[in-house]
Every structure is written in C-alpha cells, then in structure tokens.
C-alpha cells in the first residue's frame, strides 16, 4: 500500500530558527513528490521535485529529493511568524496518473 | 484570474439531506479531483476525473457521487449524508495528464457538519 509519513507532526520554534521537515515515502512508480503550505484554507504549492539530488529554492525555502532513501526535506531559514502553517507532503505514482498521496502533514508554529 | 471556486464554503446540516458541493475551475483543465481533510489523516482522495464524462473512486468514495459533464464543472454529491462525513472537502484541478508535469490547484474549501 502506498504511503507517506511525514515528521515532526509538529512543531514550535522561535522566529530566526532554521527548521527542517521531513517526508518518507513508499509508492510503487514513483512520478513527483510535491510540498504544499496550508494556512487558513487552500493548499498553496511550494515545490514539485522529480530527480534526486537537485534542490529547489525559493526565497527562505529549499527542498530535496533523495530517491534512493525515498524522503524528502523542506528547510525555512530564518523563520517568520507568517510560516505558521501546516505543511503538505504528497506523492504521485505513475499508475494513479494525477492522484496524489499526501502525508498528514506537520504543524509548525513560529512565535515571536 | 486563475482559480478553484467551491460553493458553499461553510454547510451545517442534519443526516439524510442530499446536497451538492459545487466545484469549478476556470483553467481549461483536464483533471479535476475531490479531497477531505480529517484531522492526523491528511488528504484523501474521494473520486477524480481526468477528462469529461471519465470519472473513477480514489480511495474513499463511499457515501459519494460526483458527474463530469463540463469540463470546467465537478460537482460533489452526497445523497444521504451521515455524521461521519463531517469534514473538510477540497476540490483540486491541473492540466497534468500522463505526459505534462503542473502541479494541483485547489479550491478554498468547504467545511460540512453533518449532524
């Protein structure tokens, strides 16, 4: 059975903290491993990662796949309070062509 | 502008009452899809549709009904809502397809207390 977990399930910090999330898989046909930011309402995407070993960057936040170890990390540098927010992990098999599988998600908390 | 619109966004109502959540989108997308959110369970798939009239179970459809008769349009239907679909719904769209590689766009969501 397909799965994703994802660790811490939360977490609080301080603003200016560095936090790295984490996302564990297991899915026959791998496709795409993709980060969302949930605040209040819709999931808003972050990264869509396919090859191993390239991080993707934006601003505070940067994202890696390694497929061999099947995981994924998410980094925020330089936390805000404005990253409060519950974050997404979802996975994608080539055999479901769009479903994604999503983890449960990590809660994290910035506080001033 | 580009956008997932669910209607209602907010439905309080009693067991056995049919009703819709509506779901559009306004990107020409092929793939449209139906989530809920329970809390430490994440989001799990209902029913997705990867083209008009193609509609197929995710992996909780039971309770549900969804149509794709227009592209832009796919509606969510619960014929005789029970308590335990009391939750969070989302509606994602994308113009992925076997061969494409665009993320999910989703809707605002619509909490449902079915009591």
């Known amino acids: 059975e397909d799965k994703v977990v994802q660790s811490p399930l939360s977490l609080v910090v301080h603003e200016g903290d560095t936090v790295t999330l984490n996302c564990s898989y297991e899915?026959?046909?791998?496709?795409?491993l993709l980060w969302y930011k949930q605040e209040k309402k819709a999931p808003t995407f972050l990264f869509m990662l396919?090859?191993?070993?390239i991080e993707k960057k934006s601003g505070r936040l940067s994202s890696i796949l390694d497929k061999k170890e099947l995981f994924s990390i998410l980094n925020i540098t330089a936390t805000q309070t404005g990253d409060s927010a519950i974050y997404l992990c979802?996975?994608?098999?080539?055999?479901?062509?769009?479903?994604?599988?999503f983890g449960a998600g990590t809660i994290l908390r910035v506080k001033s | 502008e580009a956008q997932v619109t669910q209607n209602p966004r907010y439905l309080i109502t009693v067991t056995g009452k049919k009703l819709t959540v509506t779901c559009s989108q306004n990107?020409?997308?092929?793939?449209m899809s139906w989530y809920r959110q329970d809390p430490g369970l994440g989001l799990r798939q209902i029913y997705y549709?990867?083209?008009?009239?193609?509609?197929d179970k995710g992996d909780v459809p039971e309770g549900y009904k969804v149509s794709r008769k227009e592209k832009r349009n796919f509606p969510l239907i619960l014929e005789s809502p029970s308590p335990n679909q009391t939750s969070l719904y989302f509606c994602?769209?994308?113009?992925?397809?076997?061969?494409?590689?665009?993320?999910?766009?989703f809707g605002d969501g619509t909490r449902l207390s079915i009591l």
């Open positions: 979802a996975v994608e098999a080539e055999e479901y062509g769009n479903k994604l599988v």
């Open positions: 994602a769209s994308s113009s992925r397809g076997w061969y494409s590689n665009q993320p999910q766009h």
């Open positions: 990107m020409n997308h092929e793939y």
């Open positions: 396919t090859s191993s070993g």
């Open positions: 899915v026959t046909n791998f496709r795409s």
């Open positions: 549709s990867m083209n008009v009239e193609v509609t």
